[in-house]
Each structure stands twice: as C-alpha cells, then as structure tokens.
C-alpha cells in the first residue's frame, strides 16, 4: 500500500495524476479526431449542445492525459434548411430599425426569436415553408447575394457568442469547422457517386445510394426495398449528410487520423450508420471502422425554482441563483470574501449540472433536477467540492506545524484505523478506474468514484484526526487527507471544473 501511495504523490509532484498514471500503463499512441459541441448558428445552445460539450471535452482531456495526439473540432451547423428559415424569417420579422439599434447580445436574441417564429409558421403555412427552401437553394446555387450579409451576421454574432460561453466552461477546441466550408466538395462527390453508378438520380429528382440497410431496425423485412441514403434533395441542394462525408474526407487529408470520434445524441445513429455504410459502397471500408459514435441519452427535461428551462443560459442563470441563495442561508457553505461570492457561486452550479449529467452512463436518458443536484448530502457536484474545500483548509491549519508531510511521512507506520485503511483502498483504485473510464469512454466511472471517495473522506475526518495527535500519528493521517484532495481535485478538473478551496 505505501508504494501505491508514493506513486500517487509522486504523480502529484510531476503535474498530474491523472495523466501519468494512464501514460506509465504505455498505451500505443495514436492520431484521434473528435468533433463535439458543434451547435448550430442563429439558435439556443440547448441541453444537448451541453451534453456534447461536457461529455467531448471529458474524453478529450482523458485521451490527451493518456499520451494521444488529439484534435478537438468544433463543426458549426452554419448551412442547412434551418439557414433558409432563419433567412426569410429575418426578412419577415426583424426591423431594420431594431436591428441596427441593437448591441450583439440583443441581435443575438432577436436571431433566435426569429428562427423560433420562422420554424413554427413554416410547420402550419405550405407556402411559407416552400418559400423558406427555395431561399436555401437559392443561396448553396450562389444565386442569392441580397441573403448573404444576413447569414454572415449570423455567423459572426453567434460566434462571437459561442467563444464568450465556451470561455465560461473553459472548453476549447484545436480547430473550429463547418458545413458551409464543405458544400462545394459535397457536390462535386455526388456528382462522382452519379458518374460511378455509387448513386443515382431517381425519377423525383432526389439523388440516393440504395440498399443501405437500416441496421437500427433489426425487425425490418427482406422487402424493405425503399430503405436509402439521400444525399441530394430534388432542387440539387446538399443535405447534411453529404456535408458530413465531404467533411470526412477532408479531416483525413488534414490528419490522417488513427480514430474519429464523434460526441452526438442517441437520435442520430441511423445517421451514422448510414455514413459508414455510404463510405463502404464508395471503396473506403477503412474509413469507415475508424468512424465511432459516442451516444449520448436525452435530456427529458430540466426543472429549476421558476419552471423547466431548454437554454443552457437560463440554466446556468438558475443555477447561480440558487447557489447564491445556498451560500447566504446555509450554516455549512460560507465564502470569506465578499468578492468571491459570484465565482464560487458559479463554480457550484456548474458542479451541480456537470457532475449530474456525467454520473451516469451516456446512453442514458434522464431529467434534470436542480433540487437533487444542489443536494450537500447526497452524490452531487458541490457535494465534492465541499469535501475538497474542507480537505484544504486541513492543510491550511496543519501546514505550518507539520512542515513537508510529504516528505516526512515515509519515515512513520501507515494508518492502522480502519477507515483509514478503507480509504487508502479507494486511493489505490484510482488508477484501476481512470483505466475502466477511459477504455469505455465513461465518465460515470469517474464521477461515481469521486462520490465514493468525497464521501468516505467526510466519514474520516474524526476518527483521522490531525489536531492534538503526536507526529507519528498526524503526519500520516494528514498525508493521506492530502492525497486524497490532491485525487479529488483531479476528478473535478477532469470533468471541466475548478476545485474551490475555500467554502
């Protein structure tokens, strides 16, 4: 046990745990794409733009930690029929007045409220909705300059955005891509799919590769003849899909990846497999098993004091009102400093939100609560990093007395307690459960384990007292206190938060 220990120290002093645990376990290193987030232009990120952001950025800073040359890309959906609506509903409902009056983040709100109002007509006025489509293929044929500057705003404003939210959450990405980039490679393919005989154009005008096979519906009979992938819609303009190959394509010559990894919804796995199945028929079988889809479940809902929310905004905006409202009433949460109040407030509800999405197996569909996630007393977010604050301010108290505990702890007995023994058992699992997390791509097995350990150190602080022992007795108890807010604080920056130190 006090060599499982000293590796962990020694981890500790070289910068991280987490990544020279994995490295000395000297995985083959491989070239690995991920794409995650990837949002679309001119509308709310959503719950689902969340999950995708924190569940990607979790297995990006595991395979990096791990020794892999990783590239994170972020593939904006700035094209597509939703362009098409956001464009005439502008032309229908945005004042020129209002709009050259209005700062980026109100122009920003007005894109979305438009996009909201263009979608809803479009679903109950035929013409409306025609009109819409023939605005997109109007501007992929390149026949419609007066709609540019509209979609251009779009995408400057949205960006700007994005780098304003994703800077909140310190996500960041190798390189930002997206649709519009692959639109001209995206025909030119389908053309050549045409002359190959790969695809054909069917008598409605629409462009197809037939006998793709829907492998999702393992019910579905030899004579499900119509089963097809469309890469062509019958006014010659591209579809998502063929966005996606061209796109593919495209990130191979860029870095000829070992693996592509894609952090997407449960709901688009025809889609994959489609993709896969159309890389088969074009000859680029190896292409295609190196295309893995990490699924993820859906958010059913999610409920604050004030309602359900859809917007990642309003959530993180409940968020820090209820942790305000945590830090001002209750006996056990307390900031110093008056200043640190917002940002220990913010760092709480997005513990409560991440460590509640990422405590169970991303294929699950769940709803989201902030009344269980707030929960102090139970498996949560904040619940860790109140357990890791209190674990630093033992340090805090003890350091002066005690001196280079980590040093001289080696020259006593270890704990002979036996919560003590139970909770240098959990340390030395660690390396067994980042290795289980990241062959699966789980970050549950992460989080649960930080509850486990979180929880287990509470229950330890009074029978390892520090306080008033002889120094064969503190010294190794507050090393192994350390040692475990020294993991604790790795897990928490694992999952893309800042462990809190004081609260």
Known sequence: MRAVLDRLQTAHKNGSIIRELLRQKGHSKKKIVIDFSSPNIAKPFHVGNLRSTIIGQYVDYLLRSAGHEVTSINYLGDWGSQIGLMVRGFRKFVDDSAWNDADASKRLKLLRDTYVRSATLAQTDERYARESREVFARMEAQKSDEHWPIWQQASEISRQHLNHFYAMLNVRFDRWDCESAHVTAAKE???QLIERRIAERRDDGLCVVHSVVNSVDTNASASSSELYALLRKADNSTLYLTRELAAIFDRRRRYDADEYLYVVENGQRLHFEQLKLVLRRMGEGELAEKVEHVNFGHVMGMSTRAGRVELVDDLLDAGVRLANDVILHSHSVKVAKEEDVQSVAFQLALSAIIANDLKRRRASDYEFSFERAFNFKDDSGPMIQMKHARLCGIERRNREEFGDFEISWVDYPLEESD????????????????????????????????????????????????IGQPKEIAVPRLFILSLTRKVLAECLIALGLTPLEEM
Request: charged share 20%; proline share 4%; with cysteine.
């Open 189 to 191: 393919m389908v053309d």
């Open 419 to 466: 919560v003590g023994k139970e909770l240098m058992k959990r340390l030395s699992l660690f390396e067994a459960t980042l290795e289980e997390s990241l062959s699966q791509l789980q970050p549950c097995v992460l989080v649960v384990y930080a509850f486990q350990l979180a929880r287990l150190s509470a229950s330890a602080l009074k029978p390892l007292r520090v």
